[in-house]
């Protein structure tokens, strides 16, 4: 079963930058799209960022300019580098990959900002 395994979270100051990574357990050539999401206490998950097999890629409004979605097929890793931080960015974040029908999920990593 492919897993994915999200990393980089952690407590930042407002305006500073991190670095998320979601690594699969294989080869993401054949992922049709990975995602970005998060999910704020009481408020639903939403999706921040998403790249496509191909290197389409599409942000959130909220993220735009600010935070940049990569991959590197060799390493089998989907990255988020957010940068200016602010504190609405605190969220768990998820990775999601798009394996045919089947729609994968991370375990999560913490965000937070502090203001």
């Known amino acids: 079963q492919v897993q994915l ?3 980089g979270g952690g407590l930042v100051q407002a305006g500073e930058s991190l670095r998320l990574s979601c ?16 999910q704020a206490p009481g408020k ?4 921040v960022a998403s790249i496509t097999a191909g290197g389409s890629t599409n942000y959130a409004d909220s993220v735009k300019g600010r935070f940049a979605i990569s991959k ?11 940068d200016s931080l602010k ?3 605190t969220a768990v974040y998820y990775c999601s ?11 999560g990593t913490q965000v937070t900002v502090s203001a």
Do not use: C
Not at 23 to 38: D, E, L, N, P
Not at 72 to 82: D, E, F, I, K
Not at 97 to 107: E, I, T, Y
């Open 5 to 7: 395994v999200e990393s």
């Open 23 to 38: 690594t699969a357990s294989r080869s993401i050539f054949s992922f049709k799209a990975v995602g970005w999401y998060r």
């Open 44 to 47: 639903e998950r939403e999706l």
């Open 72 to 82: 590197h097929v060799a390493q089998n890793t989907v990255y988020l580098q957010m």
């Open 87 to 89: 504190p609405e960015d």
């Open 97 to 107: 990959a798009a394996l045919g029908a089947v729609a994968l999920w991370g375990q």
